[in-house]
């Protein structure tokens, strides 16, 4: 009998750990006893769930350890592990499970935004720091808004960004998150945005576009003239925005 | 700060890693990274490589070009390598004599490659390929593995590691806790072992625990304390080697740091027992 060539035997090997069942022409094209191999699924399985379990632990403990089981099966079966970086599988799987997950009916109604939450903080955690354009002094409000690079919107119907025991009440309060990381320490946190901040804020994501003109821009989107309450909330908006560095600055 | 990779260093981990970095010991010497946990990725971890590469000399081990994977490392990743290896002026980089996937899916594990004349040719191109690539010199890590994929043919596993390394004229990272898993898994004498490795290809040495399953095999897990038997081999290893830098590898069942830095300090004692009886040989 011929030999099986390198590329073969790492394709068997390959299929040995990520098939839902391992089949028994891969195991017999490998020579030794079947177990080994069997060793070496576990091995490879076991690391990836952990990896799993530690960047998506609240939707882990919401989905329970069949699904979970379930889900990486799907995954690794039909997809496997696309990145060098064995962070990214968390990812990978959360974009995987969330369709089968989102349509099962006993699982609670805020599970999809919880995934979607804890995937995206995942993935703040470890984003490359992209040098955002230098900031002049002191904060020019008629500058250009420098953001903060690793800052993800994420739009939730749900309260799951919430730091206490409510997070995981079912409460529908529809709003958008912003994840990002704090420079000083690399932590990450998230930060609320109501309609009104949320429009604020879109404006001044806008290129090259002033915080003054964002805020006219909204302004002029409603309707409206800048009544009091509207110019509180802006100048809290913007000091909550500068304090957490979400914006780490104006520039010219 | 001491900026020559020498004696004993241990491996900068997430979990050990601010307290490391907060303490300095003076017993570890040198530290080593793996490089996917840093390329294209900010936060902690770049705080921790910053803070680091201040005070300790910084070496790279690779987890996810296994030397003997089929297909090409992409071009994109070696560059990004390349760029970190030059940002922590590391001396050498090193990857393992195994595969971690194929056809675009990676496994992150190391698997073992037939002992064969294929595996060899294809070793050692990769190897080549990558040391072009990130341009300076590589060394290849000897892999604990639980079976070999086809019947060896009368080839053992030291017959195909000094195979590789002459096709590919690379150094080695001899893991003497990998040669020890082997030796019981697969019933040789370990110290026959190292003594076919040619002292001028070794760079440098990982020891670690090992964990022994239900079923009897050593698993290689990076989890648990270094046992008598790799202390041993290792006092063994250096006396006929010399002053090859060791690495105290601890992946897995992370202990406070102080029982971590007790293993450092014992095979630092081994180290110099075993470079004075290596140097008295010579001198002889």
Redesign the interface.
């Known amino acids: 009998m011929t030999?099986?060539?390198?590329?073969e035997?790492?394709?068997a090997?390959?299929r040995i750990?990520?098939d839902a069942t391992p089949a028994e022409a891969d195991l017999a094209l490998?020579?030794?006893?079947r177990?080994?191999?069997l060793?070496?699924r576990r091995?490879?399985r076991s690391?990836?769930f952990g990896m799993v379990r530690s960047g998506l632990p609240r939707t882990v403990a919401t989905v329970g350890e069949a699904r979970l089981d379930a889900a990486m099966r799907a995954y690794l079966a039909e997809r496997?592990?696309?990145?060098?970086?064995?962070?990214d599988?968390v990812q990978e799987l959360a974009a995987h499970a969330l369709p089968t997950w989102s349509a099962d009916p006993a699982l609670p109604p805020h599970l999809a935004d919880l995934v979607r939450y804890e995937a995206t903080k995942w993935q703040v955690?470890?984003?490359?720091?992209v040098e955002p354009a230098p900031v002049v002094e002191p904060f020019d409000f008629e500058g250009v808004p420098v953001h903060n690079p690793?800052v993800r919107a994420v739009e939730v119907r749900f309260r799951v960004d919430r730091d206490d025991a409510r997070r995981d009440e079912p409460v529908a309060e529809p709003h958008r998150v912003l994840l990002y990381?704090r420079p000083r320490?690399?932590r990450v946190f998230g930060y609320a945005l109501d309609a009104r901040a949320s429009a604020l804020y879109d404006a001044w994501c806008v290129p090259e576009r002033t915080f003054a003109d964002g805020a006219r821009a909204v302004l002029a989107a409603r309707g409206a003239a800048p009544e009091p309450t509207f110019v509180d909330a802006l100048a809290g908006l913007l000091a909550d925005l500068v304090e957490r560095a979400i914006i780490v600055g104006s520039r010219r | 700060m001491n900026t020559r990779v020498e004696g004993v260093g241990l491996g900068l981990r997430h979990d050990l890693a601010r307290e490391l970095l907060e303490r300095r010991p003076d017993e570890v010497r040198w530290l080593e990274i793996h490089p996917e946990n840093y390329v294209a990725r900010g936060g902690r971890f770049e705080l921790n490589l910053e803070e680091a590469r201040a005070h300790w000399p910084i070496v790279t081990h690779g987890l996810t070009c296994g030397v003997g994977t089929a297909s090409p490392f992409e071009p994109s990743y070696t560059r990004e390598l390349r760029e970190l290896l030059e940002a922590v002026g590391a001396p050498f980089h090193s990857e393992h004599l195994c595969f971690g996937g194929v056809d675009d899916t990676f496994l992150h594990d190391l698997l073992p490659l037939p002992f064969n004349r294929e595996a060899v040719r294809t070793a050692a191109a990769r190897a080549r390929e990558l040391r072009d690539a990130i341009e300076r010199p590589l060394a290849i890590e000897n892999i604990s593995y639980y079976a070999d994929p086809l019947d060896p043919g009368g080839w053992t596993e030291p017959d195909f590691l000094l195979e590789v390394l002459d096709a590919a004229d690379a150094a080695l990272l001899l893991d003497v806790n990998n040669v020890y898993v082997n030796s019981l898994n697969h019933g040789f004498d370990p110290r026959a072992y190292i003594d076919r490795i040619p002292r001028e290809r070794v760079v440098q040495i990982h020891v670690a625990g090992h964990f022994t399953g239900k079923d009897g095999v050593i698993i290689d897990t990076h989890g648990e304390p270094v046992c008598e038997g790799v202390y041993d081999l290792l006092g063994y290893t250096i006396a006929r080697l010399g002053p090859v830098p060791v690495l105290l590898e601890r992946d897995q069942n992370v202990p406070p740091l102080d029982d971590l830095l007790a293993e450092v300090r014992r095979l630092s004692a081994i180290y110099e027992r075993g470079v004075a009886a290596f140097e008295a040989e010579r001198a002889a």
């Open positions: 030999e099986p060539s390198l590329v035997v790492q394709r090997f390959s750990c990520l490998l020579h030794g006893p177990e080994r191999w060793l070496y091995m490879v690391r990836l496997g592990v696309t990145s060098r970086y064995i962070r599988c955690g470890s984003l490359e720091w690793t990381r320490d690399a």
